[in-house]
């Protein structure tokens, strides 16, 4: 069959050298075209000297960012771009009859007064914002066979969708409280030098931030639980940052929905919406529990949950997830959202 041609705005930031290399290895898909604002284009294989010996020269070599040009060079394009960048160029691509997935926030909820009011700015592009598709497969994946515009969602929202959405769709917690303590490495926080990823504070650290005023992706966290629910969700949602390059772990507290409710009703549901998911692995009772060690450099998410007895006998069910912040988290996921976009076998150039 005739390989997806595919197209990289932004590549020179982590999620981009990140889809490189998994487009480049893609049995099915070939790079075409990657495009940058910068005044001086690069050699994607200067930026990333890992890449050598990965890219032709004709595609290593980055081009302007043309919507013309790159809608006759790819049938697909990842947008690579910070927050509120994005929705400046997907217009003119759509427009241009190219399918695009976002790696931003710009299109992931639905809102757009709520994008406003969370990423403090005007959303530019209300008309396609209405017909973007939520790009969680594993939860969404009726809507992303042909879609033109697939919102890819952000790494912690990933993790906690996919640990507390079976939990709740067959009614064993409660959708309140919802507490989630999650953790991840500093690839998170992108490429650009900043003095609190900065080695000298990272290393042998471990603190929580974006907890005064709320962190960017409860928002969109709260939205995906709802949707599944039926009803509204609103988690608490406080976010660490690990000494290490990547995998994002969360602990997630809830409460049983009654006192009938067993730990096997909990894994019953785990295997019920996961049997047939290849980038769900279900920590069994038996297993150890989910550790970001054991995925990391994969597009997979290890879930578990256990149900806590405390010494007064109040019960609370412990909910726990692991993943790629970078992979299962943006652009492993960007991939398979792009497999089945063109409906391709999910494992596809992930496996």
Do not use: W
């Not at 900043?194 to 709260?222: D, L």
């Not at 976009?341 to 150039?349: D, H, I, K, Q, S």
């Amino acid at each position: 069959m005739k390989k997806i041609s595919a197209a990289i705005v932004g590549p020179t930031g982590l999620t981009g050298r990140y889809l490189v290399e998994l487009l480049a290895r893609h049995p099915l898909a070939q790079l075409t075209y990657l495009a940058s604002h910068r005044a001086e284009l690069p050699d994607l294989r200067d930026e990333f000297p890992r890449l050598r010996g990965l890219l032709d020269e004709d595609v290593a070599q980055c081009r302007p960012i043309d919507p013309e040009q790159i809608a006759a060079a790819a049938d697909v394009v990842f947008l690579g771009l910070p927050h509120k960048a994005a929705m400046s160029y997907a217009p003119t691509l759509l427009d241009a009859g190219v399918r695009v997935i976002d790696l931003s926030a710009d299109y992931r909820l639905s809102d757009a007064e709520l994008y406003e009011r969370v990423y403090d700015t005007p959303h530019t592009d209300r008309g396609n914002l209405d017909g973007a598709v939520y790009g969680l497969p594993e939860l969404f994946r009726a809507n992303l066979p042909g879609a033109m515009l697939v919102a890819n969602p952000g790494c912690y929202p990933t993790a906690a969708a996919l640990a507390v959405s079976p939990l709740l769709s067959h009614a064993l917690v409660n959708p309140a409280p919802v507490q989630i303590a999650a953790a991840s490495g500093t690839t998170g926080a992108g490429r650009g030098a900043k003095e609190a990823t900065s080695f000298i504070n990272v290393n042998e650290g471990f603190g929580a931030y974006g907890a005064i005023g709320g962190h960017r992706h409860q928002p969109e966290i709260a939205q995906t639980l709802t949707r599944v629910a039926g009803e509204q969700v609103s988690p608490l949602f406080v976010p660490h940052l690990l000494p290490i390059d990547a995998g994002i772990m969360e602990t997630i507290f809830l409460e049983p929905k009654d006192d009938d409710v067993t730990e096997a009703d909990l894994f019953e549901a785990y295997r019920d919406a996961y049997a047939d998911e290849p980038f769900v692995r279900v920590r069994m009772p038996d297993d150890a529990l989910p550790n970001v060690k054991h995925v990391v450099g994969t597009n997979f998410c290890d879930v578990s949950v256990r149900l806590v007895t405390a010494a007064n006998g109040e019960r609370s069910v412990v909910a726990f997830a692991a993943e790629d912040n970078m992979m299962k988290g943006a652009s492993g996921q960007a991939v398979q959202n792009m497999n089945a976009v063109f409906e391709l076998p999910e494992t596809t150039g992930l496996l």
